[in-house]
């Protein structure tokens, strides 16, 4: 599986939009890219993910770029609660199903 | 269904014991994965049930690890002859059958494991 890169850690504004960067510069064209969340003590937490276009769901949006090799996890109003670990992984579509986490992105909202 | 449930949510055991935790996946989900993950570390992938059948294990799982899913339902892992690097959080997470990359995992709690 592909390797991703993250920043280690990010501060965001309580109320203002936390965008995340993940670079995946040498994934191939039957990867995937998904985004988890871990709060402290608990399990991680599927969040979104996406192949080539951009997804929205009720959590987040994610923003792939064009040649697909980095994309950006929007928070779009973060809240307290959205302290976390995030995860960026890329996985392919067959054969194991299992995820290669990296050390994440440590998001601290501040009041 | 209220979730991935894992038991117990704690154990300290000493060094030499044997240790078994259990994984109570979403009923309905068909594949069922345990990791493991250190203090500051991201989750590491040990090894992966599709129904009653382990299909895939890593590395890490020395053979002093086993895990089991009797019935394709509730998992077990055991550790035997514990080890202080042992120490650590295992995850267990479910997801459905089918198209697999379509649906991410759902995680349990974890189980915290201290081996002193």
């Known amino acids: 599986d592909a390797k991703t890169t993250q920043p280690t850690s990010m501060d965001c504004a309580e109320g203002r939009a936390a965008n995340l960067p993940c670079n995946h510069s040498t994934i191939s064209g039957n990867e995937y890219v998904y985004w988890y969340r871990q709060i402290h003590s608990q399990g991680p937490q599927y969040i979104i993910h996406?192949?080539?276009n951009n997804e929205t769901n009720e959590m987040a949006s994610l923003i792939i770029t064009e040649d697909r090799k980095s994309s950006t996890l929007i928070l779009p109003h973060a809240t307290l609660r959205d302290t976390a670990v995030y995860y960026c992984i890329v996985r392919l579509t067959s054969g194991t199903y299992k995820y290669i986490f990296g050390t994440g992105t440590r998001l601290k909202v501040l009041a | 269904d209220t979730g991935v449930s894992q038991d117990p949510r704690h154990k300290i055991t000493k060094r030499g014991q044997n240790v078994t935790f259990r994984c109570d996946p979403i009923s309905e989900h068909n594949r069922l994965y345990w990791y493991r993950q250190t203090l500051g570390q991201g989750p590491e992938f040990l090894t992966y049930f599709q129904n009653e059948a382990q299909l895939e294990k890593s590395r890490l799982l020395s053979d002093r690890f086993s895990a089991e899913r009797p019935k394709g339902s509730f998992s077990t892992l055991e550790i035997q002859r514990t080890e202080q690097g042992d120490s650590a959080m295992y995850l267990c997470?479910?997801?459905?059958?089918?198209?697999?990359?379509?649906?991410?995992?759902?995680f349990g709690s974890g189980t915290r494991l201290t081996v002193v």
């Open positions: 996406g192949l080539k």
């Open positions: 997470a479910s997801s459905p059958l089918g198209t697999g990359v379509l649906y991410g995992y759902t």
